[in-house]
């Protein structure tokens, strides 16, 4: 199904102008395969960035190649967010899944302007139906191998006797050399004979050969990190690469396994994967990264941290650890007196409040200077100006005093208090309430008092007039 801004092209590029011919890391196509893919191209689409050419839940009626241009495939959540799968780029192919699945299970949404040429369904099950034979043969070559490509050596008498103690490592160091196993239902420990020909020149020569099978060993797991310690604050990403093999001859599915503080998170991630794991598949002799990632929890303290991991398959596992070094991070609160951040004060007249500075953090706060901004007019002064040392835990006591203008009337005001240290900053409005001095209410007082007082003394002298 196509959706959004998309429109056939009316043009069609001839494939021997196709600009994919032109991608040095992609084959040349032979004048044969040329011709073949030319019969089934039927038109070019056109796809404007944003807009849904194939969507989840529907059936694709073409396969599409990315001719240019770029598209991301996304699948929708529960919770109507999307989540992108991963990005297809010029000579991918899209569209195969909804043709062979019966439905898309995610959408193709355009992410630049992109050009697509259009293929019919039937030539994606030709695809299918080719690469499948190939599969097909490729499994009964591997089946034959084992069965075909056998050994046998035992010397001239078939006993090993001409090569002493020596003869079962010399015929295990040969039959590695030719890289030849031993039938599949060959007895461990039963020697199982025969011969190797050659012919030509008219001459024809024969070597018995003998191989004494040993049993299969079973996995064996073996976990190696690339860096067993990391160091960082609570806030780090502590991501660590670990190798995981299996030396055994037997392939195994392993499951993952940790043991970390409590708070910590561990995640399994296979390589530069993004799917966490809880278990991976291993064949013999495969070695796999994994990426381990420990997230601490913010209040972690200072200090070093084990992390234990497992890999673990029936009886056999692997195990390694992992150190976490905690750096530890300084983190300064500042507050007003007795938890408040208002207080009064009188026009003019100097107020001390204490403010208190709290290192909330798991590293000592150091060199924690404090400043204000406070209103114009106004005296702000600090004892001590600078606080050297808190540690985690601990507090500090700075005095504050403030002495509001003369000149103010009385209201509310605002004083901006900061504490600034190394790594560590904190702030705090203080509103601060000025009421002016009672001294000049009792001068009005004694000036409206004497006023009165010659006003009757005049009516009672003069009388009216």
Request: include cysteine.
């Amino acid at each position: 199904m196509i959706l959004g801004n998309a429109r056939p092209n009316g043009h069609i590029t001839p494939c021997e102008e196709c600009p994919l011919r032109r991608v040095p890391c992609l084959r040349e196509f032979s004048p044969e395969e040329l011709e073949f893919v030319k019969r089934f191209k039927i038109d070019e689409l056109h796809v404007e960035p944003g807009a849904s050419f194939l969507t989840e839940g529907t059936r694709s009626e073409h396969l599409y190649t990315i001719l240019e241009g770029w598209a991301f495939r996304y699948k929708v959540l529960d919770d109507g967010r999307r989540q992108i799968l991963n990005f297809a780029l010029p000579a991918d192919m899209v569209g195969l899944q909804g043709a062979v699945m019966e439905e898309m299970e995610h959408s193709v949404e355009a992410l630049t302007p992109l050009t697509l040429c259009i293929l019919p369904i039937t030539f994606g099950y030709k695809i299918a139906t080719v690469l499948a034979g190939f599969e097909r043969h490729r499994e009964r070559l591997k089946q034959l191998k084992a069965r075909v490509l056998v050994g046998e050596f035992g010397g001239a008498a078939g006993t090993l006797s001409s090569l002493g103690k020596d003869g079962l490592k010399c015929q295990a160091e040969l039959m590695k050399e030719l890289k030849l196993t031993p039938p599949a239902k060959a007895d461990a420990g039963k020697p199982v004979a025969f011969t190797v020909s050659a012919k030509g020149d008219g001459e024809a020569l024969q070597l018995p050969l003998q191989v004494t099978p040993s049993r299969t060993e079973p996995a064996r797991l073996t976990l190696e990190p690339k860096l067993p310690a990391l160091r960082g604050t609570a806030k780090s990403a502590f991501d660590f690469q670990v190798d995981i093999d299996n030396e055994g001859q037997q392939d195994t599915t392993v499951n993952l396994l940790s043991k970390a503080p409590d708070g910590f998170q561990v995640t399994f991630k296979e390589g530069y994967g993004s799917q966490e794991l809880t278990s991976l598949p291993i064949k013999a002799g495969e070695s796999k990264d994994l990426k381990i990632a420990v997230q601490p929890p913010d209040s972690a303290q200072a200090g070093q941290y084990p992390v234990a991991v497992a890999a673990a398959a029936g009886d056999i596992s692997a195990d390694t650890n992992l150190v976490l070094d905690i750096t530890g991070r300084p983190s300064v609160s500042l507050s007003g007196p007795e938890g408040r951040l208002s207080g009064d004060a009188t026009a003019g007249q100097e107020r001390t409040f204490t403010f208190t500075l709290d290192n909330t953090g798991s590293a000592p706060a150091r060199d924690v200077a404090l400043s204000a901004t406070p209103p114009s007019g106004w005296k702000v002064a600090f004892n001590p100006e600078k606080v050297d040392d808190i540690e985690p835990g601990q507090d500090a006591s700075v005095a504050v005093s403030m002495t509001p203008s003369q000149q103010a009337i009385a209201g509310d005001y605002m004083v901006s208090v900061r504490a600034n240290g190394s790594g560590v900053s904190d702030s705090a409005n203080f509103r601060v309430t000025v009421r002016t001095s009672t001294l000049w209410g009792v001068t009005g007082l004694a000036i409206i008092g004497i006023a009165v007082l010659v006003l009757g003394f005049a009516v009672a002298r003069y009388g009216r007039r």
